[in-house]
């Protein structure tokens, strides 16, 4: 059975299918000159070589699932689909910078790129990685990059956004799917981010000019209406506009300053060192005894349980809801080189939904389960307390999205919960160790229950029913 | 307000601010590539001096 994989159908040069659960990429015939000139120009071997584009292999053409295939092409497979509007500051720059450097090697080899949406790129062992074989084309002569706008809606002005503005701004990407418009970005850009001239360039005189020029045809409109004569845009044009874009998005930078939950662990009322180490080592021994392939940390902060998962071999997604931890998190991925830690921003009570056509297009989290484990340390109170989500409906979700489940209970007598508390009333007469059990008992098997010596706290292992 | 129609994206906007810094773009990768050259030039290293080339370099 065949299910065309959504956010690939606008693409009429092929599309991305599943098979017996296997990925496969179609070419369809009207795209196999560019898709042959990818080859034959030895970009796909610079760009794999680089690890900058997904690799594949040629499947049997029998596999084809629609009678316009030119080839079926069998791409490695990225082992977690995350989306801009889940990724930190620092990441979406790395796609930006990875775009970049892969339009600049496609120019080398009269290729260019025909769009350069964020949704292309995807992270795989720690880097960003090209996973659209079908978006290179010949270099057209004389013309401009086609995708410009696109790169620039995508990249340029949240980063801006997240630089001058507010880090949270990432999260227009959710809403607006082909990227922040520039007209909104040039609105809520501060006027001293016009004194960096190639954002003056690229955002605001950008906004004003599609403004401007709204409808009228160009040479680059491929359409059969009369083109506006301009001048050629020379090669030296084309790399001067990537220079300056790589300058550009290179020199915005933004540090995490100490917020909430990046200070989590260094409070001496969350945690005593001696608690602490005795909550490693049963991470450490659940997930020995689960020996995940994939693990979810949910509510991961900066992720040292991750790392436990990950020292495992497990390939880990480290969920936050705090773009700064995840920033913390997403660096250290880098400068430790780890492959198999993924930091995503992520808010539990509102997890991505499926968004884009037919709400289909980009995937909602649980559409990206099940995990082989998740880890639930010191989240259920942020779910139960600070969201009022009732205690069988976090053990539901949590039961949905993963098979092996690691879990804290923080009792109402923990400092963090007492907290919580602090500003409500209480109302959450379920909200006790037993209440707890009960409720998790319906979904899971429980396998293991240890106190957290020098806490009040409650390790369990737990096993989906 | 314009709807988003653009999976190849072929907003004129984005198309003339292109053509329009085209000149500058070229120049200042003109200019990049004068300077790289003549700060190669500076800076390469002087050859090996030899005794029929000159007295020798005072170390």
């Known amino acids: ?47 794999t070589r680089e690890g900058l ?55 080398e080899h009269g290729m260019s790129l025909r769009d350069a949406t964020a949704y292309n790129v995807q992270f795989e062992a720690g880097r960003p990685v090209f996973i659209d074989t079908l978006s290179f084309e010949r270099l057209r002569e004389g013309e401009p990059w086609v995708a410009y706008g696109q790169f620039c809606r995508h990249f340029l002005a ?19 799917i082909d990227g922040v418009p520039l007209d909104l970005a040039a609105e809520l850009l501060p006027v001293r981010a016009r004194l960096r001239l190639a954002l003056l360039l690229h955002l605001f005189l950008h906004a004003r000019s599609q403004r401007r020029h709204a409808g009228e045809a160009t040479a680059a409109g491929r359409t059969d209406q009369p083109k506006r004569k301009s001048r050629p845009f020379s090669l030296q ?14 020199k915005l930078r933004w540090e995490p300053r100490k917020s909430v939950w990046s200070a989590y662990y260094d409070e001496a009322r969350s945690y005593t060192e001696a608690a602490l180490d005795v909550k490693k080592s049963l991470v450490a021994e659940f997930v020995e005894a689960a020996r995940p392939r994939t693990v979810w940390d949910l509510g991961a902060n900066t992720g040292p349980f991750s790392r436990i998962a990950a020292a495992k071999g497990a390939r880990t997604v480290s969920f936050d809801v705090d773009p700064a931890t995840v920033e913390i998190n997403y660096q250290a991925v880098v400068s430790e080189k780890e492959s198999n830690v993924l930091p995503l921003v992520m808010d539990l009570a509102n997890p991505s939904p499926g968004v884009g056509w037919a709400n289909s297009e980009r995937m909602c989290l649980s559409e990206r389960a099940p995990a082989d484990m998740a880890l639930a340390l010191a989240l259920v109170h942020h779910l139960a307390i600070a969201n009022n989500v009732p205690l069988e409906d976090v053990a539901a979700f949590l039961w949905d999205v993963c098979t092996w489940l690691a879990i804290e209970f923080v009792p109402k007598s923990d400092p963090m919960v007492q907290v919580l508390l602090a500003s409500r009333e209480d109302v959450f007469s379920d909200y006790t160790l037993e209440g707890f059990e009960r409720a998790f008992s319906e979904r899971f098997e429980i396998l293991r229950r240890e106190a957290i010596a020098g806490s009040e706290r409650v390790m369990y292992l737990m096993r989906g029913r | 307000m314009r709807p988003s129609l653009a999976y190849i994206d072929a907003n004129s906007g984005s198309y003339l601010i292109q053509v329009i810094a085209g000149v500058g773009l070229a120049a200042l990768v003109a200019i990049k590539v004068f300077w790289r050259r003549v700060w190669g030039f ?6 090996q001096t030899t005794v029929e080339s000159g007295p020798p370099r005072e170390e």
Do not use: C
């Not at chain 1, 596999?63 to 979406?92: C, D, H, M, N």
């Not at chain 1, 949240?158 to 607006?176: C, E, F, I, S, W």
């Open chain 1, 1 to 47: 059975m065949d299910a065309t994989v959504s956010g690939s159908f606008r693409d009429p040069s092929g599309f991305v299918f599943t098979r017996d659960g296997i990925l496969y990429r179609q070419v369809n015939r009207v795209f196999a000159e560019q898709f042959e000139l990818l080859l034959s120009s030895g970009l796909y071997e610079a760009l």
């Open chain 2, 42 to 47: 500076v800076t390469r290293k002087k050859p």
């Open chain 1, 53 to 107: 584009l997904v690799r594949h292999e040629e499947a049997d053409p029998s596999l084809a699932a629609t009678p316009e295939a030119y080839k079926v092409l069998k791409p490695e497979r990225v082992g977690f689909i995350s989306y801009p509007y889940e990724w930190s500051f620092s990441q979406l720059k790395d796609a930006a910078l990875a775009t970049l450097r892969i339009q600049g090697i496609a120019l």
């Open chain 1, 237 to 250: 044009a084309f790399r001067g506009l990537i220079e300056t874009l790589e300058s550009a998005i290179r």
């Open chain 1, 158 to 176: 949240p980063l801006a956004l997240m630089r001058y503005r507010d880090v949270r701004l990432g999260q227009l990407a959710r809403v607006h």
